[in-house]
């Protein structure tokens, strides 16, 4: 089993920053790759970003290109998710995602093992 609990979600501006992390628990010795996905209202929820186990590989929706990063520190079992240049499109609430005994993190959310609660994130115009 693999514990996820989000945190660092809010109320930002568009054109500010958050950042998110997911701190996981549990048996994060079966090197999971990691997810981030997003769900708005009436929507169904999407992929936004996902990282390998060694962040060798990193993968982004092309929504979030260019403005969010994925990043992880294994020592601290954290996934981080630093969005930029923030528009209320992104408005959802955040889910990290994690999928144990990877190589390639998917971009498919039915691929993911372990979710966590979410974090909101609202952008207002």
């Known amino acids: 089993q693999v514990q996820l609990v989000e945190s660092g979600g809010g109320l930002v501006q568009a054109g500010g920053s958050l950042r998110l992390s997911c701190a996981a628990s549990g048996r994060t010795v079966s090197r999971p790759a990691m997810g981030w996905f997003r769900q708005a209202p009436g929507k169904e929820r999407e992929f936004v970003a996902s990282?390998?186990?060694?962040?060798?590989?990193?993968y982004y929706a092309d929504s979030v290109k260019g403005r969010f990063t994925i990043s992880r520190d294994n020592a601290k079992n954290t996934v981080y998710l630093q969005m930029n240049s923030l528009k209320p499109e992104d408005t959802a609430v955040y889910y990290c995602?994690?999928?144990?005994?990877?190589?390639?993190?998917?971009?498919?959310?039915?691929?993911?093992?372990?979710w966590g609660q979410g974090t909101q994130v609202t952008v207002s115009s």
């Open positions: 990282i390998n186990w060694n962040s060798a590989g990193t």
């Open positions: 995602a994690a999928k144990t005994w990877v190589v390639a993190a998917p971009k498919d959310l039915n691929e993911y093992d372990y």
